[in-house]
């Protein structure tokens, strides 16, 4: 086995510190930097060279290796795909499949592949089984043990409970969470027991090389488990009961898991929402323009899309999730994401321009643009009837900018309202998505003179 000494001897450092630790996190880097290494320069991926000022082509390292490479990458995937399968044939769901994990409704999914049910059940005692109220998630489990195949079978209650297990990599086991065990129907019985295990080869295998690196063959890790989720692409999972958000393209951190839910219950499948981005000025960008590592800010739109992978099966509506079949080429698949986009494309007026306006120029923009949308949508008790046409919100805007000797650094004229208003259109804003800035603070104190019932506190972040 390739790198067995040093995998080895970082899997055991960090299982020396507990999950969530800084010391964790290093050894948990330094082993993903030693598959970067071995996959650098393998593609075309380029970077900024600081010495010719050009963007150049990432060259190997000393231990690059396509053979590996693919290997790494094709093994976990084959993995996932045996799980799957298992799952299928176990009569459960599984939805969300990502690098190294998926969620699926099968509690003690490893258990159940290794072992017909009617063996596993025999270990089970009665009296061991907890009792299932309003909540979904009761508690950690006593400790039953590193090896799988002895763990007592839970399960889920009516309201579908959902169970997201991922491939272990060297980390800590935590401890499971355990719901009151539903008993399976004779048909379901009978499924489960009749099918095979020695189709398990890639799972067994893993087992061994997760024995020999780490002490311990237990190769699922069970992150989270409760009722309630709602899962809509890859990397887009929200649950109130389970404490999960993971939402890929929409910063939300001014928003708890109840007023997230809402937002997303209420955008739905295909619809967009608008929101201001923060990140910090790139390296190259300071070492080109110069100046410091400060925010940089700029008009986002998340979209909650379907990612055109699989085929969505017409009337497959079941249980709130739709039923999907795999696409029969990659053609079928890249037509699909083509006709998707149609509806993204940037509305075309003849007298409009259609410059990008994304990024703000200054901080006051964020403000004044923020007002302006509210303004053109009839939110937050302003609308256009208060302005006579454009010209008069403009006016608004412009007193205020003579007035405090602020500078925009862009020009506010009847092309940009218009832009607005278009970008706006059939959009949602997130709430909260204005920095408290003091420039911004400055300008909504002059529109609250004029506009008393203007409410701030529904587009200021909350830090």
């Not at 970077?47 to 976990?76: C, G």
């Not at 890790?221 to 929200?238: I, N």
């Not at 079941?318 to 698949?333: F, H, N, Q, R, Y």
């Not at 506010?412 to 959009?427: G, T």
Request: glycine share 8%.
């Amino acid at each position: 086995m390739p790198f067995l000494t040093v995998i080895s001897e970082l899997q055991s450092e960090r299982r020396k510190h507990e999950k969530g630790t800084i010391e964790n996190l290093l050894y948990k880097e330094m082993g993903n930097s030693l598959y970067g290494s071995v996959t650098k320069g393998i593609n075309h991926k380029v970077k900024f060279d600081i010495k010719t000022n050009k963007t150049v082509r990432m060259e190997a390292s000393d231990i690059s290796n396509p053979i590996l490479a693919s290997f790494i990458t094709a093994y976990v995937r084959s993995l996932l795909g045996e799980l799957l399968q298992k799952v299928q044939d176990l009569g459960g769901k599984a939805v969300s499949v990502t690098t190294d994990g998926f969620i699926t409704d099968l509690a003690n999914l490893e258990s159940r592949v290794l072992k017909p049910l009617s063996e596993v059940s025999k270990s089970i005692n009665p009296s061991d089984e907890i009792e299932l109220n309003d909540m979904s998630v009761l508690g950690s489990a006593p400790d039953i043990g590193a090896d799988p195949e002895v763990e007592r079978l839970t399960g889920f209650d009516e309201e579908g409970n959902i169970i997201q297990q991922d491939l272990l990599d060297g980390g800590k086991l935590g401890n499971a969470r355990v719901v009151s065990p539903m008993k399976p129907s004779t048909k379901d019985s009978e499924k489960q027991s009749d099918k095979p295990t020695d189709a398990l080869s890639l799972l067994k295998e893993y087992r061994k090389m997760r024995k020999i690196l780490s002490g311990n063959a237990s190769s699922l890790e069970l992150k989270h488990e409760g009722c309630g989720l709602m899962s809509w692409t890859t990397r887009g999972q929200l649950s109130v009961n389970m404490g999960l958000k993971a939402i890929t393209g929409l910063q939300t951190r001014d928003l708890d898991l109840s007023e997230t839910w809402g937002l997303m219950s209420v955008s739905g499948l295909g619809k967009t929402v608008s929101f201001v981005s923060t990140s910090l000025r790139s390296a190259i960008t300071v070492y080109k323009k110069g100046g410091h590592v400060t925010m940089d800010y700029s008009d986002r739109d998340f979209r909650i899309m379907y990612n055109n992978n699989r085929v969505v099966v017409e009337n497959g509506l079941e249980d709130a999730l739709l039923s999907t079949k795999p696409v029969k080429s990659i053609e079928e698949s890249l037509t699909q994401r083509v006709y998707s986009r149609l509806t993204r494309g940037s509305l075309y007026q003849k007298y409009t321009s259609l410059k990008s306006i994304n990024n703000y120029k200054s901080n006051l923009e964020i403000g004044i643009r923020a007002f302006l949308k509210d303004v053109l949508n009839g939110r937050n008790s302003v609308n256009m009837s208060l302005f006579a046409g454009y010209k008069g919100l403009l006016d608004f805007v412009h007193k205020y900018v003579y007035d405090s000797g602020e500078k925009l650094k862009r020009s506010l004229d009847s092309s940009y309202v218009s832009q607005i208003k278009m970008r706006s259109k059939d959009r949602m804003s997130k709430p909260r998505m204005v920095p408290r800035l003091s420039s911004i603070m400055n300008f909504f104190d002059y529109v609250k003179d004029r506009f008393p019932d203007y409410d701030t506190s529904l587009i200021l972040s909350k830090s």
